[in-house]
């Protein structure tokens, strides 16, 4: 049971980790960089594992320069690459604002103590 369990944890987080790059390259393609799935499920990875680093808040920072450096070794503009990381980060913080605004609904129901 715990095997299972275990097995649909890690199904889900990978699940989760492919949406997230594929919202990478939606948005690279907006923006009209020339980057395809397969470049994004390379340089991605590395960029979500530096954003762990305890270095900065939420991984402002580490994350642009990070997909400025991975965008950049195939030949997309630093520019470019620094408005992907913005937009990327900008759309993380939207998604997780009904998260929030629910976390701190709940806050203000449950009795003090």
């Known amino acids: 049971m715990l095997f299972r369990s275990a097995g649909a944890i890690v199904a889900l987080a990978a699940i989760a980790q492919l949406g997230f ?3 990478v390259w939606l948005a690279a393609r ?15 990875p590395p960029v979500i594992i530096a954003t762990l680093l305890p270095v900065s808040i939420a991984g402002w920072g580490v994350r642009e320069g990070a997909m400025v450096f991975g ?3 195939l030949g ?14 900008i759309a993380n913080v939207a998604a997780g ?3 929030a605004a ?7 129901l449950r009795p003090a103590g």
């Open 30 to 44: 907006g923006l009209g960089i020339e980057a395809g799935l397969g470049d994004c499920l390379v340089v991605v």
């Open 71 to 73: 965008f950049g070794l």
């Open 102 to 108: 629910l976390w701190l609904a709940e806050r203000k």
């Open 97 to 99: 604002l009904p998260g």
């Open 76 to 89: 997309v503009a630093a520019a470019d690459a620094l408005a992907l990381s913005i937009l990327v980060g």
């Open 21 to 23: 790059i594929a919202s």
